[in-house]
């Protein structure tokens, strides 16, 4: 009789405890939307490969990050297809969003990487679209483009933090597209720059962007 009643005092603790094992095991799955413009400040997109350019965020809004600046780097992973005016990217480093209200809470995410604990399903892709009227295709490299970029966003974990700590935060994919300013094609240097610029001044290629996908957090952490 004593030892039943033992095992009822402890059964309810039993339960909570079987509880709290089960949900600390759930995920949450959140969408997540991110838009956002800045620049390359360097002044030029390189078109041979492995040449890291700087690009940032000024002006950024996204689901659980709210305003947010960021930075990062990306390189050509090989020299362009200039018959299509292609080219194959990826970062080079995490690219860091970074909350405005609160600076410690970085999501940080590689893009374009097919390696990995978390890799994008494909390279990052770059288009030139030619916006000039009546431009004659067989002599493209005269005109002027408008570049959009779009690429798989993974989380790099070790380097999230705050709400997006990898104790909170799982996983994530969001296929992010970013489209320049105008710019042309400086053939001589073997770059791309803003329509506007001289080989004597280069002008910050400014870019917009929107992306979307989702973010898998630990319970109770999606919405946190
Ligand atoms: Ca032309």
């Known amino acids: 009789m004593k030892t039943m009643k033992m095992f009822l005092s402890a059964l309810p603790l039993a339960i909570v405890f079987s509880l709290v094992v089960a949900t600390s095991s759930f995920a949450q799955t959140i969408p997540f939307l991110v838009v956002g413009s800045g620049n390359a400040p360097g002044g030029f997109i390189p078109l041979a490969p492995e040449i890291p350019m700087d690009h940032n965020t000024e002006n950024g809004w996204a689901i659980k990050l709210g305003d947010h ?93 705050g709400k997006f700590d990898p104790s909170r935060l799982k996983n994530g994919s969001f296929t992010m597209y970013a489209f320049t300013a105008p710019v042309k094609i400086d053939a001589v240097n073997g770059i791309v720059v803003d329509v506007n610029s001289t080989p004597e001044n280069l002008i910050p290629i400014s870019y917009s962007w929107f992306g979307f996908g989702t973010l898998k957090f630990k319970w109770p952490f999606g919405w946190l």
């Open 69 to 161: 600046t960021g930075d990062g780097a990306l390189q050509l992973v090989a020299p362009p297809d200039l018959a299509n005016l292609t080219a194959q990217f990826s970062s080079i480093r995490p690219y860091r969003f970074v909350s405005s209200a609160n600076p410690t809470d970085v999501l940080a995410c590689n893009y374009g990487i097919t390696t990995g604990s978390l890799p994008a399903a494909s390279l990052g892709q770059a288009t030139f679209y030619s916006i000039d009227d009546g431009a004659d295709p067989s002599t493209p490299f005269d005109d002027t483009f408008i570049a959009r970029f779009v690429a798989e966003f993974r989380p790099a974990l070790e380097e999230c933090s």
